[in-house]
């Protein structure tokens, strides 16, 4: 574990000592908790838009035909 010393003003540090006692642990584990999840987010974010960059572009139309249709393009029938 590192120390890090950070800075709030009286409203937050008011704030995160009453969530902290709401959780039943200190301030530093709350924002060391909270750091952690946002750096988990992030890393999944990244990994989503890492795959869907790796897919071949998809072509919207054939030479001289048309646009697909909106529902056929935002079908969400295989996610309910």
């Known amino acids: 574990m590192k120390n890090v010393t950070i800075t709030l003003d009286e409203e937050t540090a008011a704030w995160v000592r009453i969530q902290a ?3 039943r ?5 709350l924002v060391g908790d909270l750091l952690r999840e946002r750096m988990r987010e992030s ?7 890492r795959r ?6 998809v072509r919207l139309r054939r030479a001289g035909g048309r646009y697909p249709a ?3 393009l935002h079908d969400r029938a295989r996610l309910r």
Do not use: N
């Open 21 to 23: 006692a709401r959780h």
């Open 25 to 29: 642990t200190s301030v530093s584990r």
């Open 43 to 49: 890393h999944e974010y990244d990994e989503a838009m």
């Open 52 to 57: 869907f960059l790796a897919k071949p572009p």
């Open 70 to 72: 909106r529902d056929d």
